[in-house]
């Protein structure tokens, strides 16, 4: 998660967002990521936690095609 949060990429895209608590992670970050994160939920108008879903996803999806 932090190392999403460094990108420069600005916008995420969204994902589908699940609606179960059972495929939810939970993650504690420092003060500053924290913040980071807070800019997102405000810009999207979210959840911490849909927030920090989309931006996860988006950095899975990177690291994925990286080792391809």
Partial sequence: ???ALLLEKKDFPEV???KSDSKKGRAKLEERYYNMLFE???KWDCSY???AHR???Y???MDGRELQ
Avoid: C
């Fill in 1 to 3: 998660m932090k190392k």
């Fill in 16 to 18: 589908p967002y699940p």
């Fill in 40 to 42: 997102f939920t405000v």
């Fill in 49 to 51: 936690a849909k927030a």
């Fill in 55 to 57: 931006i996860f996803v």
């Fill in 59 to 61: 950095a899975l999806e």
